[in-house]
């Protein structure tokens, strides 16, 4: 038992080593760029941090900015487990804005009850759109990663012009009514500012990805489809019906991210929407190695850099932008293994897993 | 711990040392693979190496061809200390290695594959028809028979281990490592690749090889070297010794080399197919119409040369590819339109040739493995959910069971060697007390100890009442099991014999050639 409880920790411990290593570069590197732009990188790391975690309000607003990108991430998540990769996060995302921003107005007279039934009216649409390009490949051998692409311009143009023509407000504004007060997810209150319990709702949403893929029978297939389609076949697994499942799955996950988005940020579904949380959620999924709990760490920080940007800009004259390198850094970094392999020997990488090794046969 | 070296060591070698590893020793986590392992290889030698399953055979080589870094030890070449850190490096002092697995591109031809990465070019591109010219002389020079220009895809296995080594030779190897070779081969590629490995060693090349087979190690080997827990325990001269005696200094107890069969209590028909077409992944007709009976209390044996549809009609009785027309019954049911997961559920267990594609998720643990195809009935599951502590539970009494080692249900399947990988897999097919048992290639790749402990546990099967259809490409074993053999040829069931049919028979059979027989 505690040899297990070792091994699980080691691995743990190994799979940090990596984004770790990722990090503190980025941060070196940044820092020439700070320099180069004519400021001190320590002032403006500590206005980043600050801005981070520096108070109430600050933990607010990164936590604010973590929330949809945990739903995002797991959608990418989930359907690598299952050896797919889905791009469609950003329209899945829509999907979910666009129904709970819909039924939010329309069951607004039921006040908090409702709440519960749009996040699960975003988990049924969510669903629906996450299966077609699981159907489309199953049935025809389309590559999903073509598919959810092209399904996320459908997704945002069909969300969009729902929200500019049959659900426009009579306001200035473009886009839908606006929610009733009472049927928008609060705020968590403690001077988090405008966080609201829709962070809760992705952790447990972290929790159930978590239960669904090492804890279900569902899960199990979906885990050894993605690892070994010969040998889930042999085990008489049905490969497609799992594709579309986990397709299906990871696109419920982003759509109730849209729905949290509109029931606990926007209140409705503006035109434009905010854009760019299916993508990040990619990074999310990469940096979190396609584990919930690394999802959930993934996107604080993602969170985290994007609030205290804002600080930095504020306090010091390095541009917002200084953060997407920094994260392209970490990303490149993370997924560029050999690279840091180079930097740091094959020590780090052993470290890193022995996963990495499993090539060699 | 290099004392050990006892008669044979260093001293059997005649001609200069090309390759001395010097105490070496490398532990996975708890796990000592290897342990102070000391080997010498002398020019034009041939080298065996010869252990248990998990011995530690395949690491000391991966070392030496950099794919692990060892904890301690050191390796010469030529006298001169060699730092080896990766594949490269191993290359450039002229180690060549032919993988258990290939590692070839399928879908480039034979002769881009084995350029691939050593490209002669002419300016920036590829100079193709210098590599094809370059192969030719290569393959012409060593009896190597392969068509450059065909794609890997088309190649049999053992035309591909051929590529394998010409991609070892262009690289200019003096010191070739096979790691289980003959484990995919015919007897006649196994016997071709030996005069060509012959022509290597006469050409002042150095050859280690890795197999489970002990008549092949004999008959080809200077020197074998004996490793047992990651230790040497000796290196004999081939010409000294037999094969009882090299396997017990590598079981270290006495092996029973053919094991007794008792009188077949035959019962009623258990699982059968009719006028069963298959077809192959390109879309041939891989099984051409054939028909077969297995009854409780009887192995029937399928012999043939391998590619003659052996694996599609495994795949097609166990429910894992459909059958284009045909009948498979099971217990007198029709299951044609059953797929694997029912066909299990009534009783099927199936053993595939490819453990390690099919048969195992190699990323999986040991314990995922143990429930791949029962993770969603009781104990193990209830309403959807799993217990991974009941599998864990289960899997240790059956790894145990078993001999498989390590007997860690948390270890990852991909991290056994070969050899447990495929005690894993039986493992699991035959704790679930099935009534019926199809066995493709059940030894495949597994030491003689093991082999003795598979046989017993297919015959007790036997001897309990279950039907067992064994495919097997060794002759030997087919013959000492089975009580029927039934021959295959080109997707056809060509005739049937008594176990003891004699080699001319059988080959006659296996050829194609029918005698006017009918089928089985
Ligand atoms: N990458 C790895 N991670 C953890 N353990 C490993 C790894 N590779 C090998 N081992 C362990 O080291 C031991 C030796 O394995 P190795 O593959 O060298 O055996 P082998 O002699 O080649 O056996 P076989 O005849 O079955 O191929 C085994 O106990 C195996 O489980
Ligand atoms: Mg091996």
Redesign the pocket.
């Known amino acids: 038992m505690s040899s297990r409880l070792r091994r699980a920790l080691v691995d743990a411990g190994g799979a940090l080593v990596f984004p770790l290593i990722a990090i503190v570069l980025s941060f070196v590197l940044g820092a020439f760029i700070v320099l180069a732009t004519g400021n001190n990188p320590l002032t403006a790391y500590a206005a980043l941090v600050r801005g981070a975690v520096g108070s109430p309000t600050a933990i607010g607003r990164t936590l604010l900015g973590a929330t949809p990108l945990i739903f995002t991430g797991l959608a990418v998540a989930v359907a690598f487990r299952a050896g797919l990769f889905n791009i469609g996060g950003e329209g899945q995302l829509y999907i979910g804005a666009i129904t709970a921003a819909w039924l939010g107005v329309t069951l607004g007279f039921l006040g908090a009850l409702s709440i519960p039934i749009v996040l699960l009216a975003c988990v049924v649409t969510g669903f629906l759109w996450g299966a077609i390009p699981g159907i489309l490949k199953a049935r025809f051998g389309a590559h999903e990663v073509i598919t959810t692409i092209m399904l996320n311009y459908i997704g945002i143009y069909l969300t969009t012009y729902l929200a500019l023509k049959p659900l426009r407000t009579e306001g200035l504004v473009p886009g839908t009514d606006a929610i009733d007060f009472a049927a928008r997810i609060p705020f968590i209150g403690l001077g988090l500012g405008r966080a609201n319990y829709g962070f809760l709702l992705a952790l447990v949403a972290a929790v159930v990805a978590y239960l669904l893929l090492w804890r279900t029978g569902r899960g199990f297939q979906i885990r050894a489809v993605g690892l070994s389609p010969g040998a889930a076949n042999y085990a008489g697994m049905g490969i497609g019906a799992n594709t579309v499942l986990a397709l299906a799955i990871g696109g419920a996950f982003a759509a109730i991210g849209g729905g949290v988005e509109v029931l606990g940020v926007y209140g409705k579904m503006t035109v434009p929407f905010v854009t760019g949380l299916g993508f990040n959620g990619i990074g999310v999924a990469l940096l979190g190695r396609n584990h919930p709990a690394g999802v959930v760490l993934g996107a604080l920080l993602f969170g985290g850099l994007a609030s205290g940007a804002q600080e930095m800009q504020f306090s010091t004259d390095v541009p917002l932008q200084l953060t997407s390198v920094l994260l392209a850094v970490i990303l490149l970094l993370v997924t560029a293994t050999k690279l840091v392999e180079l930097l740091f020997g094959k020590r780090a990488r052993a470290l890193a897993g ?1 996963r990495l ?1 499993k090539g060699l046969g | 711990m290099t004392e050990e070296r006892t008669r044979g060591g260093t001293a059997g070698v005649e001609a200069p040392v090309v390759l001395e590893m010097r105490g070496v020793t490398k532990a ?1 986590g708890p ?1 000592k ?1 290897n342990d102070g392992v000391s080997i010498t290889l002398g020019r034009g030698e041939i080298l065996g190496l010869l ?1 248990e ?7 000391l080589m991966k070392i030496l061809y950099g794919l692990y870094s060892p904890d301690e030890g050191e390796v010469f070449v030529d006298g001169e200390r060699a730092e080896i850190r990766d594949p490269k490096d191993a290359v450039s002092r002229g180690i060549g290695m032919v993988h258990q697995h290939f590692t070839l591109i399928p879908a480039l031809t034979v002769a881009e594959n084995i350029v691939l990465g050593a490209e002669p070019r002419k300016g920036a591109t590829l100079d193709l028809a210098k590599a094809i010219k370059d192969t030719e002389e290569l393959s012409e020079r060593y009896g190597l028979r392969v068509d450059p220009r065909t794609r890997v895809a088309d190649l049999s296995v053992g035309a591909q281990q051929r590529v394998e080594i010409l991609k070892a030779l262009y690289r200019k190897a003096r010191i070739l490592v096979l790691d289980e070779p003959t484990a995919v081969l015919t007897p006649q590629e196994t016997e071709d690749l030996f005069s060509v490995l012959k022509e290597l060693v006469a050409d002042g090349l150095s050859i280690i090889l890795i197999t ?1 087979k002990l008549g092949e190690l004999l008959g080809i080997s200077n020197r074998i070297t004996i490793i047992r827990d990651g230790k040497v325990v000796e290196t004999v001269e081939a010409s000294g010794t037999d094969e009882g005696a090299l396997a017990r200094l590598m079981v270290g107890r006495e092996v029973l080399l053919r094991v007794e069969k008792t009188e077949a209590k035959v019962g009623g028909p258990r699982l059968s197919a009719e006028g069963l077409v298959v077809l192959s992944g390109a879309g041939a007709k891989a099984v051409d119409g054939i028909g077969l009976e297995v009854r409780g209390g009887e192995i029937l044996g399928i012999a043939g040369v391998d590619g003659n549809g052996q694996t599609e009609l495994a795949e097609a009785l166990a429910g894992t590819r459909p059958a284009e027309s045909g009948l498979v019954r099971l217990d007198g049911e029709d299951v044609t339109r059953v797929g694997a997961n029912g066909r299990q559920g009534r009783g099927l267990a199936y053993v595939p040739e490819d453990r390690g594609a099919k048969g195992l998720v190699q990323d999986f643990s040991l314990s995922e493995n143990n429930a791949l195809k029962t993770y969603d009935e009781a104990p193990f599951s209830k309403w959807g959910w799993i217990f991974p502590k009941a599998m864990r539970r289960r899997a240790a009494e059956a790894l145990r069971a078993y001999d498989v ?2 007997p860690d249900p948390d270890a990852r399947a991909g ?6 990988q495929q005690k894993a897999v039986l493992a699991r097919e035959l704790s679930g007390d099935p009534g019926v048992i199809i066995a493709a290639q059940p030894t495949r ?1 597994v ?1 003689v100890g093991a082999i003795e402990f598979i046989h017993r546990q297919l015959l007790e099967q036997r001897a309990r009442g279950k039907a067992i259809l064994l495919i097997s490409l060794e002759l030997e074993e087919v013959r000492s099991l089975s009580d029927r053999v039934a021959v295959i040829y080109d997707g056809r069931i060509v005739g049937e014999v008594g176990p003891d049919a004699t080699d001319e028979e059988l080959g006659l059979l296996m050829a194609g050639r029918t005698g006017g027989e009918k089928d089985a």
């Not at chain 2, 991290?415 to 447990?420: A, F």
């Open positions: 022995a090794e | 996975f796990v693979a252990g399953n998990g011995a530690g055979k395949s690491t489970h080692r390590p991290s056994l060697s070969g050899g447990n790749g030491d």
